[in-house]
């Protein structure tokens, strides 16, 4: 038999009883205590053999284990770790397969405590929750605008702590997050772009992680998402429907509506906007703050801080405007009643509803006037990169891609030019296509 750890005793009663703890401590090594097995299993504690080699469960080790450091090589010795890694197979069985990577050379980890510590800060066993909550939420939000704060916490809490959650960091790898993103396009059918953004902020959360050396690599790197559906066409207004509801309108939400469609500006722009930077000399309109949900701050984009010019029509609104509200440079243009910023969700429930529905057209939203402007700008043949100046946009594909739409009538209207450029005519009694040649054109007959 193999030596006890249990001590001897000259006393045969002393000797009995501690070989019964001993005999109790080697049962143990069988059959743990509930509480006991509990505690060890969430400490990542492996558990003990039987004596016949067989186990009840699939043996429960910490993650990745401690390792062990060998050095290797012959001209340039490097540092060599080795452990045994728990993965779940295909069928759902727990397997344990031998993983090694070579973490450093011994010039610049000279001892092996130095090595094992490097080792340790890439084999982190911080969950991803004690990680967003602790370290990344204090240190990494601040440094956003305040809607992005808002729209990130609502995306962890709802979407990925309950994933992620209880997980530790090293443990999450690329084909988790990928079934994860996949899971709500397909399964709980989210959007597209919903997805997209989950991606995303998986993969900030992870670039922390790595720049700070809690992870070797970002996971959620290489994560694909599925073809992007159709996007469904946008809503705008044609001049005439601009006209019947600023007629349902009264004021200030008159000029508010002409001035977001003559402007393109975002709501919050608009509800931000100070008497200090409208320039009734230059006829200019400075864009220089938004407000969301209260809270003042820059434009959403840097391309959003800009200089918007206004026509004769708008300068004369808001010149009558002026005499309602401006009190100071620094006051509002459109304020609330007692002189602060109004919220978008109020204005729109009290006011732009209720035109529509007297308007008798679907319902708007804010956003749309923007639509509403760049749309026309494009059909009146402006050119696209001029949209995007006034729309603040920093890239000109988000211009293209969402803002800018073809107004039907247009549409056809360019149809029928181009068949004439091309010299191609139908004839009204049938379907010949007869080909007309114009003078000093290259067409061969």
């Known amino acids: 038999m193999g030596q006890s750890d ?28 509930s509480v006991r097995r509990a505690g060890k299993m969430s400490a990542g504690i492996a558990e003990p053999r039987r004596t016949s080699g067989e186990r009840d ?66 084999q982190s066993s911080m969950h991803f929750r004690d990680f967003v909550y602790s370290q990344w939420e204090p240190a990494i939000l601040p440094t956003l605008k305040f809607a992005t704060q808002r729209n990130y916490r609502h995306l962890i809490r709802r979407h990925l702590l309950p994933f992620f959650g209880d997980q530790p960091l090293c443990d999450i790898k690329r084909q988790h997050i990928q079934r994860f993103v996949i899971e709500k396009i397909v399964r709980q059918t989210y959007s597209w772009k919903t997805s997209l953004h989950l991606r995303n902020l998986v993969s900030k959360i992870f670039t922390t992680a790595v720049d700070w050396d809690y992870v070797p690599a970002n996971p959620a790197s290489g994560v694909k998402l599925p073809p992007r559906p159709l996007r469904q066409p946008l809503r705008f207004l044609t001049i005439g429907e601009v006209t019947r509801l600023l007629e349902a309108l009264k004021e200030p939400e008159r000029t508010l509506v002409l001035t977001a469609v003559l402007t393109g500006m975002r709501i ?3 509800l931000a906007l100070r008497w200090r930077n409208v320039d009734f000399e230059r006829r200019i309109i400075r864009v220089r ?18 200089d918007v010019p206004m026509g004769p029509a708008l300068e004369r609104a808001l010149c009558l405007q002026a005499a309602r509200t401006r009190t100071s440079d620094d006051s509002l243009v459109f304020p609330s009643h007692n002189g602060t910023h109004q919220r978008p969700g109020n204005l729109h429930k009290r006011c732009l509803l209720p035109a529509c529905a007297k308007a008798e057209f679907p319902r708007v939203s804010w956003h749309d006037f923007r639509r509403t402007h760049a749309t026309l700008l494009s059909d009146m043949g402006e050119p696209l990169k001029t949209a995007q100046a006034q729309l603040g946009h920093a890239s000109l594909s988000t211009t293209a891609e ?18 004439k450029a091309v010299g191609l005519l139908v004839d009204p009694s049938g379907p010949k296509i007869e080909r007309v040649v114009q003078p000093g054109s290259s067409l061969i007959q």
């Open 268 to 270: 919050g722009e608009l």
């Open 57 to 122: 469960s699939p043996m429960i080790r910490r993650r990745y284990q401690t390792g062990s450091l060998v050095v290797r090589g012959k001209r340039k010795k490097v540092w060599v770790a080795r452990w045994r890694e728990p993965v779940i197979a295909p069928d759902g069985t727990l397997n344990t397969i031998r993983r090694s990577e070579i973490i450093g050379t011994l010039a610049d980890f000279p001892t092996k405590r130095q090595a094992r510590a490097l080792l340790e800060s890439r």
């Open 402 to 419: 969402i803002y800018a739409q073809a107004v039907p009538a247009s549409q056809r209207a360019a149809v029928e030019r181009l068949e």
């Open 6 to 33: 249990c001590p001897t005793s000259r006393s045969a009663n002393t000797f009995g009883s501690r070989n019964g703890r001993c005999l109790n401590l080697f049962r143990g090594s069988i059959v743990l205590d």
């Open 289 to 306: 703050e938004a407000v969301y949900e209260g809270h003042n701050s820059t434009p959403k984009t840097q391309g959003g801080i800009r």
